[in-house]
Every structure is written in C-alpha cells, then in structure tokens.
C-alpha cells in the first residue's frame, strides 16, 4: 500500500469546511456521511447552495418561488440532522448555471467571509457516470466556478478588489474534496453515520418521492464505493463516500 500523504485526507478531520452545492439535496447526496462524521468529531461545516432548485420538480401546480421556499426549509432540516452550523443561500436560478465572472466573484466572497480549512465542491471534470447518468450542468458550472474561486482568486490580493473594500481579506484554502467523481483517490469510510445520511435525505421530500420512500439506491451507491476503493486498510467498513482530493500548498 502506498504512503499516505500528509495530512491523509481519509482520517484527518478539517477544522472549518465550506461545503459548495449547485442545488439542495446535493450536499446530503454525495457527501452527508462525511458531514455527519467531521460534525461528530468537532469540524464546522458551512453549506453554500448557489441555487435553491427552482425548477426540481414534476408538480405542474406548484411555481418557481414556492418551491424556492419548500426546498430552501427542506436544505435547512436537512443541514441540522447533519449538525451543519449555517447554510448561505445565493438564489441563483436552477438549471441555468454558467461559471462567469459574477459567480466567481461570489464565491470568492463567501470563501473569503467563511475562511475555510477545507473545500468541498463539484468535480467539473465529471461530464458522466456509466452509461445511465449525464451530469447536471448546474453540477459542472459549480464545480468550476468553485474551482477557481478558490485558486486563485480568493488567494490573490489584487482580484476583485471590491472584496477588499467590504473588509474581505484574501485567504488559502490548503484541502479541496471534490465529489462527484470519476477519478476518486480518497475514501472516507461513512458506515457509522449511513443511517444520520438516510435521515437527512428524507428531509429533502419534494425531491425523493415523499418521506418514506425507498432509499436502498443510496445504501447500494455508498456500498459500491468501499467496492471500488482500491487499498481498503484492515477495518475499513461497509460504506464510504468518495472524493478527489488535492492538498494546495
């Protein structure tokens, strides 16, 4: 096996964690064993919904704004199951996500208010998974607009000077989990707080059928990615989630 890097990014828990999702639910769907397990452990987390899923549903009588309203409550029973200290909303419209300019800038504002030791964020680089899932555009255009909110444009004094009036000083994210992946590289082992993930995906109800629906696609997915994990350590458990992983400076 090979020697983990330092620090090793599937047992070293963040102090302070920004979370950046396109939609609600994504945060809950890639990555809320992990959020469950670091919160337990002592980590802040921050969640960053750029959209508030407008447009998520198949009800022809519910509009736009209510379901902002419904989806942006469910984000927020959710984020408490898992022991996420606040969620910042940024109202962008759902399904129309580009990686401009203004979203850069945005980003790069919350990184700088929030001050993280962690990122997590959408891999852009992820366009499919098999032969049954295209990528949510929204899902792409976060990732990369995360991506470079965070390098270098929250890092560099001179980029969007106008945070530097608002008080907003530059600072260095050193540890990035990108989910969502075709290309993981880290395993965070997640069996302990599976069921803490069900819970808070059953908040999110407009999205998965209602309260009591069945759910055993997402034990198969978490179960698939210990399967695919390539040097599991001796104890490693049942479920797991999976990141890329790269460490900045």
């Not at 419904?70 to 419209?93: M, P, S, W």
């Not at 700088?112 to 680089?125: E, K, S």
């Not at 945070?163 to 590289?185: C, K, Q, R, S, W």
Request: hydrophobic share 35%.
């Amino acid at each position: 096996m090979a020697e983990p890097r330092y620090p090793d990014p599937s047992i070293t828990v963040p102090e302070r964690v920004l979370m950046i999702q396109a939609h609600p639910d994504d945060c809950e769907f890639s990555s809320g064993g992990t959020i469950a397990k670091w919160t337990a452990a002592g980590a802040e987390v921050i969640y960053c919904s750029i959209t508030s899923g407008d447009k998520g549903t198949k009800d022809p009588d519910i509009t736009g704004e209510e379901l902002i309203v419904l989806r942006e409550q469910e984000q927020l029973e959710a984020a408490k199951v898992l022991g996420v200290k606040e969620v910042i909303f940024l109202r962008y419209l759902d399904a129309t996500l580009v990686p401009d300019l203004k979203l850069r800038l945005d980003l790069t504002r919350v990184i700088r208010q929030v001050r993280p030791t962690a990122l997590m964020c959408f891999d852009p680089t992820t366009r499919f998974h098999g032969d049954g899932y295209i990528n949510h555009p929204d899902h792409v255009a976060a990732g990369d607009a995360s991506l470079a909110a965070v390098f270098p444009s929250c890092r560099d004094r001179r980029t969007f000077p106008e945070l530097l009036e608002e008080g907003l000083e530059p600072v260095e994210v050193p540890h990035i989990y990108m989910f969502g992946t075709a290309n993981a590289d880290c395993w965070i082992d997640t069996s302990d707080y599976i069921e803490t993930k069900i819970e808070a995906l059953r908040k999110h109800a407009s999205q998965i059928g209602g309260a009591d629906a069945d759910l055993s696609f997402v034990y198969e997915w978490n179960r698939d990615n210990t399967t695919r994990h390539p040097n599991k350590p001796d104890g490693f458990g049942e479920y797991s989630e999976a990141y890329k992983y790269m460490h900045l400076g």
